[in-house]
């Protein structure tokens, strides 16, 4: 087995209302920042996975993604993986 290491952006959606998003933007214009626009705030994940190859662990990080960590009703996701073996 080897170790990998996953990087996840999971995002709301665009076309999907952003309150906290909206709420940063605003106080962007309160601290003189107003070039600063349309802020979409979402999470990251950092996860470390123990596969067979790095098709399998992309495999199962996609599948995390779907079932769980994202909802993909709301949200999209994005990811990249690493190997954590030199």
């Known amino acids: 087995m080897k170790k990998f290491q996953a990087e996840i952006d999971v ?19 309160n601290l003189g920042l107003s070039e600063i626009q349309n802020i979409r705030i979402g999470k990251h994940i950092s996860l470390e996975i123990e596969a067979d190859s790095a098709e399998t662990a992309h495999n199962k990080v996609e599948q995390a993604c779907k079932s769980l960590l994202a909802n993909l ?14």
């Open 11 to 29: 995002m709301p959606k665009k076309e999907i209302l952003d309150p906290q998003g909206k709420a940063v933007t605003g106080s962007m214009k």
């Open 73 to 86: 009703i709301m949200e999209s996701y994005s990811f990249r993986i690493e190997s954590l073996e030199a």
